[in-house]
């Protein structure tokens, strides 16, 4: 069964149209992180979530905000997405401790019209 | 700054045959290092990991890699390759700030021809 839900797969939006990426847990994990990854490359840490402490990379653009209303969702906006935002989202979870693996959702696939 | 380095961008092995992905790290502290795989539209995956001990690890789906200090490497081995192997493997080292960020290499695609 799928502990880490990200939805839609495929998301669709337009050039400066705003787009949320949902991601839920079913595994009570207290942290939480929104990777993106364009075509070919690693990817790269935007944010994170301990609890509700919100972290955020030092080159993670100001149009990319996050949300975190309780344990088990996490939300990804784009508020003015542009073409260089397309991009596959993936979002992961890992409990507490250091040590423990993370938990990685099959991601959403963004394209900008 | 930490960094990983995979240098070989694509790979194709014959299928039976044995495979090996090469990963070297910078980083100044003892490494977290870390094997991922992804299919195609999908997210990543766990092979193996290292924190400490034995420089040889076990991992899933018949994996392995070795950690080697003295060359900054974590090379991942498989000693058959199947064609279901066929993905984007990637390579991380874990920065221990608190809560592991990661930093992952640029990715090997695995290709298997029959």
């Known amino acids: 069964d799928a502990m880490v839900i990200q939805n839609p797969r495929y998301q669709v939006t337009q050039f400066g149209k705003p787009v949320t990426l949902s991601c839920s847990q079913t595994l009570n994990h207290n942290v939480m992180y929104w990777y993106q990854q364009k075509s070919s490359q690693a990817p790269k840490l935007l944010f994170h979530?301990?609890?509700?402490?919100?972290?955020n990379e030092a080159d993670t653009p100001d149009n990319f905000q996050s949300r975190r209303p309780n344990t088990s969702f996490c939300f990804l906006d784009i508020r003015s997405p542009g073409l260089g935002d397309a991009a596959m989202y993936l979002c992961?979870?890992?409990?507490?401790?250091?040590?423990?693996?993370?938990?990685f959702g099959d991601g959403t696939r963004l394209s900008i019209l | 700054a930490q960094s990983v380095t995979q240098p070989d961008i694509h790979i194709t092995v014959s299928e039976g045959a044995s495979l090996e992905l090469r990963c070297n790290y910078s980083y100044g502290a003892t490494p977290y290092l870390f094997w991922y795989v992804q299919s195609p539209g999908q997210g990543l995956q766990l092979l193996l990991k290292y924190f400490s001990g034995d420089t040889l690890v076990q991992g899933i789906k018949g994996f392995e890699a070795e950690f080697k200090r003295s060359q900054s490497s974590f090379n991942l081995r498989k000693p058959s390759v199947h064609w279901s192997d066929a993905a984007e493997y990637f390579c991380a080292v874990g920065v221990n700030t608190g809560f592991q960020k990661l930093v992952f290499g640029t990715g090997t695609r695995l290709l298997v021809s029959p």
């Open positions: 992961a979870t890992q409990d507490g401790s250091v040590n423990q693996r993370k938990h």
């Open positions: 979530y301990y609890d509700k402490d919100f972290n």
